[in-house]
């Protein structure tokens, strides 16, 4: 894999080695549906574009604009409503 181009889709283990991200915490998001995944047989595959996307790669608006910041629930502490 050279820097210019990637496959369609990588493994987890691809996945981490490229981005410094544990394998646990890649199959984590899996589950928790933060990061979108194909499962072929007994393989997990991560399509390009689904890192790009959890990563907050994406492109730029056509004004040139930067994105909005993404908002991020804040926790509640236990016993209050």
């Known amino acids: 894999m050279t820097p210019t181009t990637r496959p369609y889709a990588m493994t987890v283990q ?3 080695d490229v981005t410094g ?3 646990s915490t890649i199959y984590r998001a899996i589950k928790n549906g933060k990061l979108q995944a194909l499962k072929i047989g007994h393989s997990i ?4 574009t689904a890192l790009d996307e959890f990563a ?8 040139g604009e930067p994105p ?6 804040t926790r509640r502490a236990a016993g209050s409503s």
């Open 14 to 16: 691809q996945v981490s």
């Open 68 to 73: 909005a910041a993404a908002t991020v629930p």
């Open 21 to 23: 991200i544990g394998r």
């Open 45 to 48: 595959r991560i399509p390009s």
């Open 56 to 63: 907050g790669l994406t492109a730029l608006p056509p004004s």
